[in-house]
């Protein structure tokens, strides 16, 4: 199982970023997807979850309304859309493999001015 994640950045508070999550080494379209997050000094989080064929979302409180989690199962890849970033959504974000227990190596996301 290989997750590899990009579309991290810096960027000011109010901007966007899309995150991508693409998988290799199992069959991608027959598993839930995750996005988690870790700040400094805290405990990885759930941001958001997809299910396998994509038609259930589900997100953390503090992301609903600004984040999208998508998946394109012809690509191997999920996505995360954050638009109207806070400082507090800095930190690096996985993806994640249900059932599987496997992570990406992570995407820094900062939020600053």
């Known amino acids: 199982v290989q997750l590899v994640e990009s579309g991290g950045g810096l960027v000011q508070p109010g901007g966007s970023l899309r995150l991508s ?11 839930g997807m995750s996005w988690y997050r870790q700040a400094p000094g805290k405990e990885r989080e759930l941001v ?4 396998n064929g994509g038609s259930v979302r589900t997100y953390a409180d503090s992301v609903k309304g600004r ?4 998946r394109d199962n012809a690509k191997n890849t999920v996505y995360l859309q954050t638009n109207s970033l806070k400082p507090e959504d800095t930190g690096v974000y ?6 599987l227990n496997s ?11």
């Open 21 to 31: 999550c693409t998988a290799s080494g199992f069959t991608f379209s027959t598993y």
């Open 67 to 70: 984040f999208t989690i998508s």
């Open 94 to 99: 996985y993806c994640y493999v249900r059932g």
């Open 48 to 51: 958001a979850g997809i299910s």
């Open 103 to 113: 992570w990406g190596q992570g995407t820094q996301v900062t939020v600053s001015s």
